[in-house]
């Protein structure tokens, strides 16, 4: 019957009537409180992700609130046997002995307590956990397998290069597949790269896929491969690598393993898998089936099995608990009170008292029905079970409501209203993107897992500057554009208008990281799609362009140009912080120690580097409390029981550096670069200038969603080190600074100008 039901929601819907929204965040409010909160054995091993589908589905339509109650009693007394729903204003009937066993020998009290929100991983900082029962994790999911080939590309310098494959994915709705290819230069430092993020391999037929670049002009070697992430399998064949000369494409490696002993890994690739990147987790063999009968192909293909939900420890996360006899007791909506116990007794074997077998029974047969098939987005009812469990996880586990206008209450119809009639994936992402932009956290972001997304990139990068929209980086001569020219339309609309367009669906917690991430999104599209601009340039001459959606994300560059160090006088050395890895600063370290003044450039994304923090400390780390893991025994985030405090004790080292240190930062610096970032600022190591940073710090808590939607965000309260608010705040610079439009048309680094002028003064 579920099947059927759900099998109608693909249909054409128009907007919802206020009673199927009202019946839907009825229901909610009332799943948040039960899964996350009610101790119950049965309720903790129910598949949550299907009742919220089924209870979609279920409530939808009903016409009144006894109907609802009657409903929702039977989607949730299976699972959760001391429920009650009562009306609006009238008193429930409970006392701890309708909760009590006769004889209490052998039994605990079970209750709730998470720290953070735990995913059921073993390896994260966030945990939820029964009192007395072991916590279910899995173990740790397969990352990717790759087999990867290296040519010498020194003699082939500044030219183009196309390296090609022939790809099938044998386990399409399972990990994606992907080629990559990855330009080294010299110093270890790294040049070209794509790994096909923003077009990953899904179909499974077989396909020629390509990665086309320049190498670069102080390139060593071309490294490449094909690789699978996560479970799944794909099957590849006919590798080539060709580089562009004057007489055309001169092939310089190529494969079809027709050489290679079927059930072994593929000689011509090497000898054996790249220690790097082989785990055994994934398997490589040669197989003697490929797109042409007769010929071989190499199959990767990962060997975990889904792992299972294995007994993690039942060791308290922390001190506070849920007392025996504390209720949940809230308004749940349609003149429904929800209450529900916190807290109950149970042995080792079962929370007491037991559900009515034949209930559950019905219960998990119901969602036993329901297919992966079904669960997609052209369901309504995984849409809108979508947003209850979008809803839920921050409604009770987001920790920055305090310090963000969020208003979320009433971010739940509107995202019901809009999830119920959207047709496509992409007016569904809109929907998913808009609810959560309302967090006002720069973490969140919301992808579908394993669909080639086939957007790409204008030839173009732009931003705001002297409130102007302003190229700031142009791919080629022959576009019609140049560095500098102020956009003053697109697509017809005025600039400013298609932005805040594009706004609506960016969660950010500073304009910094807005502007920012509004940048890149408005510059990316449908592959192949046009945009039409009508641009400005400096003689106030206006003139029409139309540009199209043809560059990958590796070629969409916002980031410095020019070497990751360097000496810009005898005095003064500059280090690029999203560039230098820290092994290239150790080996710099002496000649650090002789300069009179360094600049750290980190308007980006660190490289793995935070340890030359440790030669700026004179003293050691004692900010003991600046990162805060939130703990929760009460839903609706009522009165927090405490806080796991993390940090990172950092301890000098030696050489210290005394030089004079200036640090580059704006609002494209978030997470790790303003960890890094709160030591320079906390400490006083440096005179900081630029612009705020994005004013979001904390390790992303991933959730999946039915229909594989990918969903990130931030899960711990991270402040200064000093205590004060950091989200939405961000690192400020000492000096504030402004690019100005006469500095980029003239290629000017106005900030680095600024830290050079400052690094010569007295």
């Not at 059921?120 to 279910?136: F, I, K, N, T, V």
């Not at 302003?470 to 001569?477: K, L, N, P, R």
């Not at 550096?657 to 960890?675: C, H, K, N, V």
Request: net charge positive; charged share 20%; proline share 6%.
């Amino acid at each position: 019957m579920a099947s059927l039901l759900l099998g109608t929601l693909s249909t054409a819907a128009p907007t919802p009537p206020p009673r199927t929204i009202q019946n839907l965040a009825t229901f909610t409010r009332l799943y948040g409180y039960v899964r996350y909160f009610h101790p119950a054995d049965e309720a903790a091993t129910v598949d949550w992700d299907k009742l919220a589908v089924l209870g979609a589905a279920r409530v939808e339509g009903v016409r009144t609130n006894a109907e609802l109650r009657t409903t929702l009693l039977a989607l949730f007394r299976p699972v959760a046997p001391t429920l009650q729903l009562v009306g609006v204003g009238k008193k429930a009937r409970f006392s701890v002995q309708d909760i009590t066993p006769p004889d209490r020998q052998g039994y605990q009290v079970i209750s709730w307590q998470h720290l953070g929100m735990g995913q059921g991983s073993a390896r994260s900082p966030y945990h939820s956990r029964r009192l007395h029962r072991p916590e279910a994790v899995k173990a740790a999911e397969p990352t990717f397998g790759t087999l990867t080939k290296s040519v010498d590309v020194a003699a082939h310098r500044g030219k183009q290069f196309r390296y090609s494959a022939s790809v099938r994915n044998v386990a399409p709705g399972q990990g994606p597949g992907a080629l990559w290819a990855r330009v080294d230069v010299a110093n270890k430092k790294a040049g070209f790269f794509d790994n096909m993020s923003d077009r990953p391999i899904t179909r499974d037929d077989w396909s020629e896929y390509e990665i086309t670049g320049t190498i670069d002009p102080q390139a060593v070697r071309l490294v490449f491969g094909a690789m699978l992430s996560g479970r799944g399998q794909v099957q590849v064949d006919n590798m080539q690598v060709a580089v562009r000369e004057k007489e055309g494409w001169q092939t310089i490696f190529a494969t079809g393993f027709e050489a290679d002993a079927v059930d072994t890994y593929p000689q011509s690739i090497s000898g054996k898998p790249d220690a790097k990147s082989y785990t055994p987790d994934y398997a490589f063999a040669v197989s003697n089936t490929s797109a042409v009968e007769g010929r071989q192909s190499v199959v990767i293909r990962s060997t975990q099995r889904e792992p299972e939900a294995v007994s993690g420890s039942e060791q308290p996360l922390f001190a506070r608990q849920v007392a025996l006899g504390e209720l949940v007791q809230e308004d749940i909506g349609s003149g429904l009170r929800c209450v529900l116990p916190l807290a109950l007794y149970g042995t080792k074997d079962a929370t007491f008292p037991a559900a009515d077998k034949k209930e559950l029974a019905t219960l998990q047969a119901a969602l036993q029905q329901l297919s992966a098939a079904e669960l997609t987005s052209q369901n309504r009812a995984v849409r809108l079970a979508n947003v209850a469990i979008t809803w839920n996880v921050f409604q009770h586990f987001y920790p920055y409501f305090a310090v963000t206008n969020s208003e979320w209450p009433t971010a739940l119809p509107a995202a019901l209203r809009a999830a119920y009639p959207d047709q496509t994936e992409a007016e569904y992402l809109n929907t998913l993107r808009r609810l959560t932009a309302r967090l006002h956290d720069g973490h969140v972001s919301v992808l579908p897992v394993g669909r080639a997304t086939q957007v790409k990139y204008l030839p173009l990068a732009w931003e705001w500057i002297q409130q102007q929209l302003v190229i700031t980086q142009v791919a080629g001569d022959s576009l019609g554009i140049r560095r500098g020219d102020i956009v003053t339309s697109i697509n017809g609309q005025p600039a400013e208008a298609y932005f805040r367009e594009a706004e609506q669906y960016i969660s950010a917690a500073t304009p910094g990281w807005l502007r920012y991430v509004a940048a890149r999104e408005t510059a990316s599209g449908p592959a192949g799609a046009p945009l039409q601009l009508q641009v400005q340039g400096p003689g106030a001459a206006i003139s029409r362009v139309t540009l199209h959606f043809t560059q990958p994300i590796s070629s969409y560059a916002t980031t410095r140009q020019g070497s990751a160090s360097r000496r810009l006088s005898p005095s003064i050395y500059y280090l690029n912080l999203d560039q230098i890895p820290m092994d290239s600063i150790t080996r710099l370290l002496p000649e650090l120690t002789q300069a009179k003044a360094i600049i750290c450039d980190l308007r980006g994304y660190p490289k793995s580097n935070h340890e030359l923090l440790r030669h700026l400390l004179a003293h050691p780390d004692t900010a003991g409390h600046w990162m805060r893991v939130p703990q929760y025994i009460y839903p609706d985030q009522k009165q927090i029981a405490g806080y796991k405090f993390l940090s990172w004790k950092l301890q000098p080292k030696t050489p210290q550096l005394t030089a004079r240190l200036i640090f580059i930062t704006d609002g494209s610096a978030i997470s790790y670069a303003e960890s890094f970032m709160g030591f320079v600022e906390g400490y006083q190591l440096a005179t900081i200038i630029g612009q705020p940073t994005a004013g979001t710090n904390g390790n992303v808590n991933p959730f999946t969603l039915p229909g594989n939607y990918r969903i990130a965000w931030t899960g711990m309260d991270v402040r200064k080190h000093d205590g004060r608010q950091h989200h939405g705040v961000g690192i400020h610079p000492t000096i504030y600074l402004e690019k100005t439009i006469q500095g980029v048309r003239a290629g000017r680094d106005e900030f680095l100008e600024k830290a050079i002028e400052l690094a010569n003064a007295p």
